[in-house]
């Protein structure tokens, strides 16, 4: 329908006439051509968004999918068989429920794999929360130059340009029984003997994985801090509030966009991790990436796909809790 509306009464004569009369001006409002307008607008970011859409369907939805189909495929020893079973999760949980019901109760193999890889992740996830806040915070609100914070911050990365396998390798040397720190230790009269859980130990796999995830945490909540408007830290200070409480009650909340994305990047990477713990464990440390390659290694590959399924279940309950404390769609 359209409408014409001179000097705010409507009409609706059967054409348009494009005058002034008595010093009104003539509206034309189409809410035809406005509908034809925005489904046009809506068609035209449809058209935009296939090749991503495609993309991510190819090379994300279609293997998700087939790994899910997978995993509720038989196998022998030699061969899939193309059936509907839940033996690979019956297996992976195999005994559990008897386990944990004795009358000594503990926890199945798998059960355990689980707790230590979740162990690990919070582990490594706390440790580099609390350096990436740090450095995000220092470089954001301490090096006010533009100049100075891409230096600093590129200064920073520079061991992140090497291969991960070469950055772990190079820790063999430092912590190892016969490495630079035991040698220091011993010299200075600190132990007598080398201390063994260095090297080849969980103590080893954190290590590794604070060095080479912190950077991940590092860049979304320093993105964060620089969207905090520096005129607000101001009008706290001048409203009597301490440094502690500046940054506890303005900074950290602000922040929180950024840290629980670092904290999604660093808990899902190191969950399905298994070349760091496998190198820096010595192949001692069960986890459930390394459960997965283990399986894939004995061309186990359904029961492999259902511990994919499982640890994708698990790490996207964890991501749901994360998200649930902050909306980070305002942060991309």
Same mark, same amino acid.
């Given at each position: 329908?359209?409408?014409?509306? $001179?000097?705010?009464?409507?009409?609706?004569?059967?054409?348009?006439?494009?005058?002034?009369? #008595?010093?009104?001006?003539? $509206?034309?409002?189409?809410?035809?051509?406005?509908?034809?307008?925005?489904?046009?607008?809506?068609?035209?970011?449809?058209?935009?968004? !296939?090749?991503?859409?495609?993309? =991510?369907?190819?090379?994300?939805?279609?293997?998700?999918?087939?790994?899910?189909?997978?995993?509720?495929?038989?196998?022998?020893?030699?061969?899939?068989?193309?059936?509907?079973?839940?033996?690979?999760?019956?297996?992976?949980?195999?005994?559990?429920?008897?386990?944990?019901?004795?009358?000594?109760?503990?926890?199945?193999?798998?059960?355990?794999?689980?707790?230590?890889? !979740?162990?690990?992740?919070?582990?490594?996830?706390?440790?580099?929360?609390? !350096? #990436?806040?740090?450095?995000?915070?220092?470089?954001? =609100?301490?090096?006010?130059? $533009?100049?100075?914070?891409?230096?600093?911050?590129?200064?920073?990365?520079?061991?992140?340009?090497?291969?991960?396998?070469?950055?772990?390798?190079?820790?063999?040397?430092?912590?190892?029984?016969?490495?630079?720190?035991?040698?220091?230790?011993?010299? !200075? #009269?600190?132990?007598?003997?080398?201390?063994?859980?260095?090297?080849?130990?969980?103590?080893?796999?954190?290590?590794?994985?604070?060095?080479?995830?912190?950077?991940?945490?590092?860049?979304?909540?320093?993105?964060?801090?620089?969207?905090?408007?520096?005129?607000?830290?101001?009008?706290?200070?001048?409203?009597?509030?301490?440094?502690?409480?500046?940054?506890?009650?303005?900074?950290?909340?602000?922040?929180?966009?950024?840290? $629980?994305?670092?904290?999604? =990047?660093?808990?899902?990477?190191?969950?399905?991790?298994?070349?760091?713990? #496998?190198?820096?464990?010595?192949?001692?440390?069960?986890?459930?990436?390394?459960?997965?390659?283990?399986?894939?290694?004995?061309?186990?590959?359904?029961?492999?796909?259902?511990?994919?399924?499982?640890?994708?279940?698990?790490?996207?309950?964890?991501?749901?809790?994360?998200?649930?404390?902050?909306?980070?769609?305002?942060?991309?």
């Amino acid at each position: 329908m359209t409408t014409w509306s $001179v000097n705010g009464t409507s009409s609706s004569p059967p054409e348009a006439r494009a005058a002034r009369r #008595g010093g009104g001006r003539l $509206v034309v409002t189409d809410a035809r051509a406005a509908g034809a307008s925005r489904r046009g607008a809506r068609g035209g970011a449809w058209l935009q968004a !296939l090749p991503f859409a495609a993309v =991510f369907a190819v090379f994300f939805v279609v293997p998700l999918l087939l790994t899910v189909m997978v995993s509720f495929f038989d196998y022998s020893a030699y061969a899939l068989i193309p059936d509907v079973t839940l033996r690979n999760y019956r297996e992976a949980f195999e005994g559990c429920a008897d386990r944990l019901f004795a009358p000594a109760p503990e926890l199945c193999t798998t059960l355990k794999t689980y707790l230590t890889t !979740l162990r690990l992740a919070l582990t490594v996830w706390l440790i580099t929360l609390l !350096l #990436g806040f740090a450095v995000a915070y220092f470089l954001a =609100f301490h090096v006010r130059a $533009v100049a100075w914070q891409i230096a600093l911050f590129l200064i920073c990365t520079i061991p992140f340009w090497t291969s991960n396998v070469i950055r772990m390798i190079s820790f063999i040397p430092l912590l190892g029984r016969n490495g630079l720190i035991n040698q220091m230790l011993m010299a !200075l #009269g600190i132990v007598h003997a080398p201390l063994e859980w260095l090297l080849f130990s969980e103590f080893a796999v954190v290590l590794a994985s604070v060095h080479l995830y912190t950077l991940f945490m590092i860049v979304p909540i320093f993105n964060a801090m620089l969207r905090i408007p520096r005129a607000l830290l101001e009008a706290a200070a001048d409203s009597g509030a301490s440094p502690r409480q500046v940054l506890t009650n303005v900074v950290i909340p602000l922040s929180m966009p950024g840290i $629980v994305i670092g904290s999604i =990047f660093v808990i899902t990477i190191v969950m399905g991790d298994f070349v760091t713990v #496998g190198v820096m464990g010595g192949q001692q440390i069960a986890s459930v990436g390394k459960m997965i390659n283990t399986h894939m290694g004995a061309l186990q590959f359904p029961a492999a796909a259902a511990h994919a399924v499982l640890l994708l279940l698990t790490v996207l309950a964890i991501i749901w809790g994360l998200t649930r404390l902050v909306d980070i769609r305002k942060e991309l």
